[in-house]
């Protein structure tokens, strides 16, 4: 099969290796990719929002079978442009249509879902500029912490948790009134404060069936002891301690199927990965939010576990015959720490020349904000620039394997934190 993987970061580093490892492919693209993807694959240099350009360059190439990595162009409507043209249709395709995707496109319309369904969730409602003022008397009435969340995408900075009821008037505000991010935040989630411990759940499903991927925690903030702002991940553990058959069978009857359900009662013909967030609160699990891609970091320690083929999972999905289909999946554990650029979440500098790749070993090293040089050189592209992942029959020996090849890998202003999984080892005493 000729085979295309749409993104450029982490998550598709890791989903175009996993796939290139399938005797099922043939050729394999990733549009556009990253240095690292460019050593066993043809990276391809498109705008990956300019529909006909891609759908132009599916055909050129007789691809078989496309990949969505990211979740905005699936958002943007993606698999409709597939499907709405005739020679595109008979490409198969993993990820939602535009309706699917409003699952993580817009956070009311996955409240209101979990709402319809019963699925447990925190109690919400939701605010425009024209109730403002009702918004503001609903915070009154609440009691801090308190979270908003804009309803759009805001590329992960969307949600704040403020600490007083004077901090959340003031920030929904800013959100409403003064389109803090943008069009993201004309709508305005209010949400109650759960408290527990979050934890990562995949699933892949072809609309039917579905089959659940190891579970995985990730690691938000950008400083040790989850200190400092918010960044899109800088590390995640898999398998999750906490997470064991009993929550684990709690997650599929009460979140799993409920959701696979409800898309199909709603008509939504949906072929991807779901990736759910969710909050372990005394052993009963709760959404916090849906998401219609993989994770990242996540999907750098769930996949390095799966041994399926995964051609034939993603194949199956795209078919509708995933019910015919097993997961399969190592007992090791797996962790992986981001590697990041100085200044990171904030504003940094790209172009910083890497070294130390050639003495990695025993680990996974998938590329997120890397490109080469006139020179051929890896340099920093992006403020996540590198995921390294160690392997190891526990959690112990899977964190010294992954410290001691990021110790080998450097540049100038690095950084990344030194607790990833410490947390989850004070849990084993």
């Known amino acids: 099969m000729n ?68 979740e905005a162009p699936l958002v943007e409507g993606i698999r409709d442009h597939f499907r709405t043209n005739p020679e595109l249709n008979r490409i198969q395709f993993v990820g939602p249509d535009m309706q699917g995707a409003t699952l993580e496109g817009s956070k009311d319309f996955a409240k209101k879902f979990m709402q319809k369904f019963n699925i447990p969730t925190a109690g919400f409602k939701t605010f425009t500029i024209d109730n403002l003022s009702e918004a503001i008397e609903y915070i009154q009435s609440k009691e801090p912490p308190i979270v908003l969340k804009a309803d759009g995408l805001a590329a992960g900075k969307g949600v704040l948790i403020c600490k007083s009821i004077e901090e959340a008037i003031s920030s929904i505000e800013s959100m409403l009134v003064n389109n803090m991010f943008g069009k993201a935040s004309e709508k305005v989630v209010i949400e109650d404060f759960l408290e527990g411990i979050e934890v990562s759940v995949f699933i892949l499903t072809d609309g039917n069936d579905y089959v659940l991927f190891p579970e995985a925690k990730d690691y938000k903030r950008i400083g040790d002891n989850d200190e400092g702002p918010n960044t899109g991940g800088m590390g995640s553990v898999s398998p999750v301690n906490f997470a064991d058959k009993i929550f684990m069978d709690k997650v599929e009857e009460r979140i799993i199927k409920p ?171």
């Not at 939010?289 to 769930?302: K, L």
């Not at 090791?332 to 050639?358: C, H, I, N, Q, R």
């Open 3 to 70: 085979i295309a993987v749409i993104g450029s970061g982490g998550r598709e580093h890791t989903l175009a290796w996993k796939i290139s490892q399938s005797p099922l492919c043939d050729q394999l693209y990733v549009l556009p990719g990253n240095a690292g993807t460019a050593s066993f694959a043809q990276n391809v240099t498109i705008s990956t929002s300019d529909f006909d350009e891609v759908g132009q360059f599916m055909l050129d190439k007789t691809i078989d079978l496309v990949i969505i990595g990211p």
């Open 259 to 429: 959701t696979v359900k409800g898309l199909k009662e709603e008509g939504i013909d949906y072929k991807g990965f779901i990736f759910l967030g969710l909050i372990n609160i005394k052993g009963d699990p709760f959404v916090i939010e849906y998401n219609v891609r993989m994770g990242d970091p996540e999907s750098q320690v769930v996949i390095p576990r799966i041994e399926n083929d995964f051609v034939s999972l993603l194949s199956a999905t795209a078919r509708g015959t995933l019910g015919k289909e097993k997961i399969a999946f190592s007992q090791d554990t797996a962790v992986t720490v981001v590697m990041a650029s100085a200044g990171y979440p904030g504003s940094y500098k790209k172009g910083k020349l890497m070294t130390g790749f050639e003495k990695v070993n025993n680990a996974l090293v998938f590329h997120a904000g890397t490109k080469l040089n006139d020179e051929g050189g890896i340099v920093t592209n992006g403020g996540r620039v590198l995921a390294v992942t160690g392997k190891g029959s526990n959690l112990r020996e899977a964190i010294k394997t992954a410290y001691e090849n990021v110790n080998k890998i450097t540049w100038e202003g690095v950084q990344f934190r030194n607790d990833i999984g410490q947390d989850l080892l004070k849990l084993e005493k």
